[in-house]
């Protein structure tokens, strides 16, 4: 099966500074690789996807790089704003081809920003 | 309240006791999702359901049984529980046929005495 690792753990950086954080994954048959944030007591969200045809996608603040040939994907924050402390979680997903399938997370990075 | 919605929302049971997890989606989706939150291991998907029907048991315990009565409803029934099962059990839904947006639940905090 799928097995994704996530780093770091934890994450600190000064307030308007960009933040970076690391996934790979194992199954190169993975094509769908979503970002979830939770804050503490909330349910995750997605933030931020992006599928194996494409290399990179922006939305604001927020991108997310993919590299098949390495099998990692990075999720890139700039500017970073206090409201964006929180656990950050990469997940993959292998397309289902028409039914369900459930997402593989990494363990989380735990992104502090220091005002 | 729209979107996924789940109850309870905290429980404590013993470990002999029967109980039951209720989510349930607003959403039109025809897949759902039971995950598992604990403190020190990542989301871990637990159960997976496609128009009702389950295509998915992650190697869960049989003390853990899932129902889908239709695309809307998903519970967890519980019995005979150990303490390492206490976590959050996330529910989440998402429109299935194509890899998108899994839409979670605020989950059950469950605890096991």
């Known amino acids: 099966g799928e097995n994704v690792e996530q780093h770091p753990s934890t994450l600190s950086v000064q307030e308007g500074d960009s933040a970076v954080i690391k996934c790979t994954y194992s199954?190169?048959?993975?094509?769908?690789f979503p970002w979830y944030k939770q804050e503490l007591g909330k349910r995750p969200q997605l933030i931020i996807d992006?599928?194996?045809?494409?290399g990179e996608k922006k939305d604001q603040r927020i991108a997310v790089t993919l590299n098949k040939t390495a099998k990692h994907f990075s999720l890139h924050i700039t500017e970073t704003q206090p409201e964006d402390s929180a656990v950050y979680f990469c997940?993959?997903?292998?397309?289902?081809?028409?039914?369900?399938?459930?997402?593989?997370f990494g363990k989380g990075t735990h992104l502090i920003i220091q005002p | 309240e729209t979107g996924v919605t789940q109850t309870p929302r905290h429980l404590v049971m013993g470990m002999t006791n029967k109980k039951s997890l209720k989510c349930e989606q607003h959403?039109?989706?025809?897949?759902m999702y039971w995950y598992k939150q604990s403190a020190k291991k990542p989301l871990e998907l637990m159960f997976v359901y496609n128009f009702k029907e389950q295509t998915e048991n992650n190697s869960v315990p049989s003390r853990f049984s899932p129902e889908c009565p239709n695309s809307s409803h998903l519970f967890l029934h519980l019995h005979t529980l150990q303490p390492e099962d206490s976590a959050l059990y996330l529910c989440a839904s998402s429109q299935g046929g194509y890899p998108g947006e899994q839409y979670f639940g605020p989950g059950t905090r469950l605890t096991v005495t």
């Open positions: 199954d190169s048959a993975s094509n769908y």
């Open positions: 992006i599928r194996s045809n494409v």
């Open positions: 959403l039109g989706h025809n897949a």
């Open positions: 997940a993959a997903l292998k397309d289902p081809g028409g039914g369900a399938d459930g997402l593989t």
